[in-house]
């Protein structure tokens, strides 16, 4: 079956492609590793019985953890955006 003319391929990435796409990942990572991380502590705190503070605490970090996850999408999207166009 012919589907027409080969389609180009998309060209190799550069290192310093590589390199923006590592800091992307590295940016989105770091907070979603926050979260996941302090969830595991705010478990280990609840089967404790820990008091109120200090799991407000825990849940302060991960909303902030959370909250910068989504600064760093937002900012993945419209970086991305900008690249299609």
Same mark, same amino acid.
């Given at each position: #079956? $012919? $589907?027409?003319?080969?389609? *180009?391929? *998309?060209?190799?990435? +550069?290192?310093? &492609? !590589?390199?923006?796409?590592?800091? &992307? #990942?590295?940016?989105?990572?770091?907070? %979603?590793?926050?979260?996941? %991380?302090?969830?595991?502590? %705010?478990?280990?705190? %609840?089967?404790?019985?820990?008091? #109120?503070? !200090?799991?407000?605490?825990? /849940? $302060?970090?991960? &909303? @902030?953890?959370? @909250?910068? /996850? @989504?600064?760093?999408?937002?900012? /993945?999207?419209? +970086?991305?955006?900008?690249?299609?166009?």
């Amino acid at each position: #079956m $012919d $589907d027409g003319p080969p389609q *180009p391929r *998309p060209p190799a990435p +550069t290192p310093g &492609d !590589r390199d923006g796409r590592e800091h &992307d #990942m590295h940016a989105v990572r770091t907070p %979603l590793t926050v979260a996941i %991380l302090r969830t595991q502590i %705010l478990r280990r705190h %609840l089967r404790r019985g820990d008091e #109120m503070p !200090r799991l407000e605490a825990e /849940l $302060d970090q991960i &909303d @902030a953890a959370l @909250a910068q /996850l @989504a600064v760093e999408i937002d900012q /993945l999207d419209r +970086t991305h955006d900008r690249e299609r166009r």
